[in-house]
């Protein structure tokens, strides 16, 4: 069965870094976009960062110049560095793989960055 799991969250202050990882515990083929959502308390979640199989990204406006996502695709595994972070950042992480016939969530892990 494919799992996808997620760890290097964590409380941090504002100003700090994290980098989270997320690796596919089971075969995957024909991955396209590897990304990571967010969803902060009350609020929808949010997609923060996206990587395609081409090594193109996108991000959300808010993160621009401060997070950085990147992969390893021998190893299906996401990552995103996490710079400079202010306490709206607080939310929990999901990383997000979608290959040609699924797609698959990580089971979150929770950011807090204090001010």
């Known amino acids: 069965q494919v799992q996808l799991v997620e760890s290097g969250g964590g409380l941090v202050e504002a100003g700090g870094s994290l980098r989270l990882s997320c690796a596919v515990s089971g075969r995957l083929f024909g991955i396209n976009t590897m990304g990571w959502y967010r969803q902060a308390p009350g609020k929808q979640r949010e997609l923060v960062a996206t990587?395609?199989?081409?090594?193109?990204?996108n991000y959300a406006d808010s993160v621009k110049g401060r997070f950085t996502i990147s992969s390893d695709n021998t190893k299906a595994t996401v990552y995103l560095q996490m710079n400079s972070l202010k306490p709206e950042d607080t939310a929990v992480y999901y990383c997000?793989?979608?290959?040609?016939?699924?797609?698959?969530w990580g089971q979150g892990t929770q950011v807090t960055v204090s001010s």
């Open positions: 990587i395609s199989g081409t090594g193109r990204t």
């Open positions: 997000r793989i979608v290959n040609s016939y699924d797609g698959y």
